[in-house]
Each structure stands twice: as structure tokens, then as C-alpha cells.
């Protein structure tokens, strides 16, 4: 098992000319509304109408009767940057490949976040070729990496003293719930490492 685990699946087959709407609803909760690649949840990616149904290994898509197993939710950006790419057969001899965050790891594996750029690296092959291909360290998705880190940070590092010390404790308190809730909706804290000296980041 991996990182995502898949509990709801569809009551009936899931048709290719109907695959969107087939599988949607239980997309939605097998990953907490959040992309399989990058983590991000609908709300920060622009609501429901920017989450798409990616077709895992795409070379299966036009198969009358689709695999539920294969459909992810991703963000427009991740899907249209993934698109049809399949690595070929030269490539997956050497290890290429795209990471199934239901069959195993990715993050923290295959994948880590820099912890001064919040960029993501990674020295393995499959994370080499999804951070490229999902267009991971798109400016948009490290801006939000950032963001999350300095709230969760500041969260953790003095809102309990500013709650102790402050005269308006409820109002604080509700800063800091509101924080907190923000927070919780952007992409997740990915297991960090620094990168090598040297290492040159996928942009």
C-alpha cells in the first residue's frame, strides 16, 4: 500500500464516455480532494472545476469499461502537464517510470522537499521523471509550499506564548484557528531533505 489508500469505490462500472462523472464523487474522497501529484486541494487550485480524473498509465484510456484502479484526481495543471506521456520502453529498462502514490510511496521515497527553497528533489529516477513531468516545482505550487511552511512555523513556534500573554485571548485564538485551517488546505508538509551540494533542481 501506499500513500493513498482507496476505499470508495464505484457501485458500477466506470464507461469511458462517462468516466469523469463515473468516478468523480469517489475520487473526491479516496484523495481528500487533494491532486495525486502535488498534493493540492481543490480549494486552492481553483475550486472543482480545475480538479480533473487522470488516467494513470493513459494508454488504457479509450477502453470501453475503465479501471477505477487507474483514474486519479489531479489539478488541470498537473493533468495537462502529465498528459498522455508514457515513458518507453528504453526508459523503463532504466527505471523510469511514473510513481502510483495508491501502490507505494512517493513522498519521502522517491520524492523530498528542500526545506530552505520548499522546492522538491529527488535522486532516484521515478522522482526524477514525475517532478518533470508533473511540472512539480511550478512557481505556483513552490509559492504555496512556502506559504504553508512560514504559517505552520509561526504556528508552531509562538502562538501558544501569544495566547498565554494576551489579553485578548479569544480574539487570538481565533487567528490562530483560522491559521490553523488554512494551513490544513494547502499541500501537505512532504517529508523533507536537503538537497547535495551542487544539486541542480527540476524546474
Not at 488504457?60 to 498522455?84: M, P, V, W
Not at 510513481?99 to 521515478?126: M, R, V
Amino acid at each position: 500500500m501506499g500513500r493513498i489508500k482507496r476505499t470508495n469505490l464505484p457501485p458500477k462500472a466506470v464507461k469511458a464516455r462517462r468516466y469523469r462523472a463515473d468516478s468523480l464523487p469517489y475520487l473526491l474522497k479516496d484523495f481528500s480532494k487533494r491532486c495525486a501529484y502535488s498534493g493540492q486541494h481543490l480549494n486552492r487550485a481553483g475550486g472543482l472545476k480545475c480538479m480533473e480524473v487522470d488516467h494513470f498509465d493513459p494508454r488504457s484510456k479509450h477502453s470501453a469499461i475503465q479501471e477505477y484502479s487507474n483514474l486519479f484526481l489531479a489539478t488541470r495543471h498537473c493533468n495537462g502537464r502529465k498528459g498522455d506521456n508514457w515513458p518507453s520502453s528504453k526508459e523503463r529498462h532504466l527505471g523510469v517510470r511514473f510513481i502510483d502514490p495508491c501502490a507505494e510511496f512517493d513522498y519521502g521515497k522517491h520524492i523530498f522537499e528542500d526545506p530552505s527553497s520548499c522546492k522538491l528533489w529527488s535522486n532516484t529516477p521515478p522522482g526524477r521523471y514525475q517532478i518533470r513531468m508533473c511540472d512539480l516545482n511550478a512557481p505556483h505550487l513552490v509559492e504555496e509550499r512556502m506559504s504553508r511552511r512560514r504559517i505552520w512555523t509561526q504556528l508552531k513556534a509562538d502562538a501558544s506564548i501569544k495566547i498565554a500573554r494576551s489579553a485578548d485571548f479569544l480574539k487570538i485564538k481565533d487567528i490562530i484557528k483560522a491559521l490553523r485551517s488554512q494551513a490544513e488546505e494547502m499541500i501537505p508538509l512532504w517529508p523533507e531533505k536537503s538537497v547535495p551540494s551542487g544539486f541542480k533542481f527540476i524546474e
